[in-house]
């Protein structure tokens, strides 16, 4: 059965530090990797990733994807109150391209 | 540029009342739509999804069923709900690239349902 773990579950940080989240996967057919942000209600993207050892980088957010080892890592560095999210990591697989889904990392940045 | 609405924001409904749950799209022609669930420390479940008018896909057997009656117009629907159906409930659109993969999700701003 295809499945997506992130760990950790949850992480609390001071503002400043540098965080690392991680998303493994086991599917059939892997596609993309793909990141979301969500704050409050509605998820947003981040990032995706197909090719592995290609660093996605989007200000002080970024992504990479290694394919032997069947992951991806989040960087965040100088965390900010405003980071405080659930990060959710989701991949697409198989033939018919669903997306599987991890339970997400909810990181919470104290000033 | 591209929006997507779902209302309502919140609602509380009692067991065995019917649901429905409206989500359109606006500044696109022919999305992927989407029905996603996700219950408290769970991920997001993929309830059904939409690559045309008419056309559903039903992802999990449950309670619920999703009609499309125009290209922008997703609704998800209940006859009678359950106290299982209690959720936030997210609508979200894609456009297939050239490629044939699956561009990144766009989600609307969620439907927390209480089934008391």
């Known amino acids: 059965e295809d499945k997506v773990v992130q760990s950790p579950l949850s992480l609390v940080v001071h503002e400043g530090d540098t965080v690392t989240l991680n998303c493994s996967y086991e599917?059939?057919?892997?596609?993309?990797l793909l990141w979301y942000k969500q704050e409050k209600k509605a998820p947003t993207f981040l990032f995706m990733l197909?090719?592995s050892g290609i660093e996605k980088k989007s200000g002080r957010l970024s992504s990479i994807l290694d394919k032997k080892e069947l992951s991806s890592i989040l960087n965040i560095t100088a965390t900010q109150t405003g980071d405080s999210a659930i990060y959710l990591c989701?991949?697409?697989?198989?033939?018919?391209?669903?997306?599987?889904w991890g339970l997400g990392t909810s990181l919470a940045v104290n000033p | 540029s591209q929006t997507i609405h779902q209302w309502p924001a919140t609602l509380v409904q009692p067991v065995g009342s019917p649901l429905s749950l409206e989500c359109t799209v606006e500044g696109t022609s022919n999305p992927n739509l989407y029905w996603y669930r996700q219950a408290a420390g769970r991920g997001l479940q993929l309830l059904f999804y939409s690559v045309g008018i008419g056309q559903i896909s039903s992802e999990v057997p449950q309670n619920l069923s999703a009609s499309r009656p125009q290209d922008r117009q997703f609704i998800l629907s209940s006859k009678k709900l359950l106290l299982s159906d209690s959720g936030f409930y997210l609508c979200a659109w894609s456009v297939r690239s050239f490629w044939g993969t699956n561009e990144k999700l766009f989600f609307g701003s969620g439907t927390q349902l209480s089934v008391l």
């Open positions: 989701a991949v697409e697989a198989g033939n018919n391209r669903k997306l599987i």
């Open positions: 599917v059939t057919n892997f596609r993309s």
């Open positions: 197909t090719s």
